[in-house]
């Protein structure tokens, strides 16, 4: 069975000597009702043998509707609970959530109907605190969180 591997992007930015991440919240029915443990960083698939990189800031750009530029930090990949590996950059940057333009995907809603509709596979996009961010991100991601925080914060008080 082939690894299922996934990149993606850990936008931060400072505010008030606060460290904030930007998290999207998943599209379509299955998550419309979710919210704490249920956010991600902007992320996506890519094959063994694709530039990483190159697919995060796809992803993300897909995703979001924005183009990053910047320093791209690499943090350790992280494995979730589905056996998923997610390599994530952290990348200094502001974005506005409610210019958020994300892609699409199909799906039959309800089950069973023979009705396909068309949903967004990224609903809304926020700023969170890293207390707000570890209650909002799923649970196998937080770990990115903890590395974010350890290089970030120590890169500032060396200022």
Do not use: C
């Not at 299922?4 to 299955?30: Q, T």
């Not at 990053?68 to 589905?82: E, N, W």
């Not at 937080?142 to 008080?157: K, M």
């Amino acid at each position: 069975m082939a690894k299922r591997l996934s990149a993606g992007i850990l936008l931060y930015r400072r505010r008030s000597d606060a460290l904030e991440v930007f998290l999207v919240h998943p599209g379509g029915p299955f998550w419309a009702k979710k919210d704490d443990g249920a956010w991600s960083i902007p992320k996506g698939e890519y094959a063994e043998g694709d530039d990483p990189l190159a697919a995060a800031k796809r992803e993300f750009q897909e995703e979001t509707g924005f183009a990053l530029d910047g320093t791209f930090t690499p943090l350790a990949p992280v494995k979730q609970p589905s056996g998923k590996i997610v390599s994530a950059w952290a990348v200094e940057g502001d974005v506005d959530p409610a210019s958020l333009t994300s892609n699409t995907f199909e799906l039959e809603w309800p089950p069973k109907s023979g009705r396909r509709r068309e949903f967004p596979e990224v609903d809304r996009a926020g700023w969170f605190d890293l207390p707000a961010a570890r209650r909002k991100l799923l649970p196998g991601q937080r770990p990115l969180l903890d590395q974010l925080e350890e290089r970030i914060l120590r890169r500032w008080a060396d200022r």
